[in-house]
């Protein structure tokens, strides 16, 4: 069976903390370095949303997937990540299987964030000194995730420049442990299990039910 998480606590529950939790502090997006200014941005709009829709969302907690279309998922990279994802393995499917990969992967995601902001308890994140070149247009945006009575927990933003000179979110880690690296590591044991055509076929049918 498909295991695509090996920590839901701490890949639901803390992975879109990013894009939900309220930022420690005064400094402005203005004064920050582009990627941690998106990142602020994204949080921001995101913590609003939640707030102005709370009522929709207690009566209806499906709308939060339009939330998250609307507001997340334009920041990141699903064909970089899938690709990432899989490896190796990438060019055993073809074209067209392809684009259907990365079409389920980010379903996958928005499942996935989407429940953890249903969750949100409001923890607080702490940026850290960004110490990145802009230049090599690839960068990681470090923070910590500020927890009541315990460590603060660290994560990591990696983000690259595309050629339209928009920054894309491409991996996250927390606590040293990588979002993407993970999901290889699921991926390659169900196709080590039965092939990569079937790892896009559960995927698909694990979507296609999560929608009934």
Do not use: C
């Not at 701490?10 to 402005?28: K, Y």
């Not at 913590?47 to 209806?60: F, G, H, I």
């Not at 960004?130 to 945006?141: A, C, E, G, T, Y």
């Not at 990696?158 to 699921?186: H, M, P």
Request: aromatic share 8%.
């Amino acid at each position: 069976m498909m295991q695509l998480l090996k920590s839901p606590k701490q890949f639901t529950a803390m992975l879109l903390s990013l894009a939900l939790l309220a930022v420690i502090g005064t400094v402005s997006a203005a004064d920050m370095p582009a990627p941690q200014a998106l990142v602020k941005t994204a949080s921001d709009d995101m913590l609003a949303a939640l707030k102005e829709n709370e009522a929709k969302l207690e009566a209806d907690p499906t709308q939060i997937y339009g939330l998250v279309e609307e507001i997340l998922i334009p920041h990141f990279d699903f064909a970089r990540m899938a690709k990432l994802a899989l490896g190796k393995n990438w060019h055993q499917l073809d074209g067209e299987q392809q684009k259907q990969f990365v079409e389920e992967f980010r379903i996958l995601l928005v499942r996935t964030y989407s429940t953890a902001m249903l969750e949100y308890t409001e923890e607080e994140i702490r940026f850290l000194p960004f110490h990145d070149d802009l230049s090599k247009k690839r960068v990681n945006v470090p923070m910590e995730v500020v927890q009541t009575g315990g460590p603060a927990i660290p994560m990591v933003l990696s983000l690259y420049q595309n050629k339209e000179d928009a920054w894309k979110v491409y991996d996250v880690k927390i606590e040293g442990i990588s979002l993407v690296t993970n999901y290889r590591s699921s991926f390659a044991r169900d196709i080590n299990n039965g092939g990569v055509e079937k790892l896009l076929a559960d995927l698909t049918a694990r979507n296609q039910k999560a929608r009934l």
